[in-house]
């Protein structure tokens, strides 16, 4: 009797057994480790706010006009008396920007402004004989000098990991000083033309930018800038001489730029790390 009893109930224990054993294979898996997968630096905006910095160069300038009498242009001898040159100097200057990030554009507002270059100078010129009472022999030499100038641009980039590809654009202005110098032992003549004034034009250019970390970026930057001419005529206060005007003096630079610049703040949105399990 007791047999036939214990033998159906172990029966119905084991196959209970190995039901809730099943059930349970079925449940939440088992963790066995998990990992702290950090957010992709590209997920986290690293552009947007204000910044300031500096910069060093190299600059060419290049400065080409004509010098005449008091008649200026009307002088059938004025296209003889011409100049163009350029010349390569060392620039240094500050520049301060403001920028926000749309998913992986980039765009801001920068102001920056230079400080004084070295003097530029043309070779000596033979002059026309008009100039000089009918005598040949007259030479004379044009000079300018970049006392300080500056732009303020818009700026459009796009960003890809730590580095940002930009074209930039906008005015430009600047304060330079110009001089006609001739030779006065001909005849006593003495034609000379100086004077100092700000000029404002456009620049155009493109640059890379590089993140170290969100703070701090290091740049390279060209640009073309193109003052215009100016006339400065011997009717006028420009004008030392009463004989002497410079006609069309035009100023056009193209700057290489290196610099480095510091974003205030940190990021907008930290995003959180990512626990994975398994």
């Known amino acids: 009797m007791f047999k036939r009893v214990a033998i159906p109930m172990a029966a119905a224990a084991v196959l209970l057994t190995s039901g809730v054993a099943g059930a349970a294979d079925l449940g939440a898996p088992v963790l066995r480790g998990s990992e702290i997968v950090e957010p992709a630096y590209h997920d ?30 009307a002088n059938p001898n004025f296209p003889n008396f011409n100049y163009d040159y350029a010349g390569a100097r060392f620039s240094y200057g500050l520049h301060m920007g403001i920028q926000r990030m749309f998913g992986q554009f980039v765009i801001g507002a920068e102001l920056d402004f230079d400080g004084p270059q070295a003097r530029l100078h043309s070779p000596w010129y033979t002059g026309n004989a008009a100039y000089s009472g009918g005598v040949p022999g007259n030479s004379y030499q044009q000079r300018i000098a970049m006392n300080w100038q500056g732009s303020l641009r818009g700026r459009v980039g796009f960003a890809h990991h730590k580095s940002l590809l930009y074209v930039t654009g906008g005015l430009a202005f600047a304060n330079m000083t110009a001089c006609t110098v001739l030779d ?38 060209y640009r073309y800038t193109n003052f215009g001419s100016r006339s400065c005529l011997a009717t006028a206060a420009c004008s030392i001489d009463p004989n002497a005007s410079d006609i069309n003096n035009r100023v056009e630079t193209h700057a290489f730029r290196f610099g480095v610049s510091y974003l205030f703040g940190g990021p907008a949105l930290a995003a959180a790390p990512i626990i994975a399990r398994y």
Not at 45 to 66: C, E, I, K, L, P
Not at 185 to 193: I, L
Not at 201 to 220: C, D, L, Q
Request: contains cysteine.
């Open 44 to 73: 986290a905006d690293h552009w947007s706010g204000a910044y300031v910095g500096a910069s060093v160069g190299m600059q060419v300038t290049r400065n080409s006009g004509f010098h005449s009498d008091v008649a200026g242009a």
């Open 184 to 221: 006065d032992c001909v005849n006593g003549a003495n034609h000379v033309v100086r004077y100092s004034n700000t000029r404002m034009g456009w620049t155009v250019g493109a640059g890379i930018e590089h993140k170290f970390n969100y703070n701090w970026s290091v740049r390279a930057e």
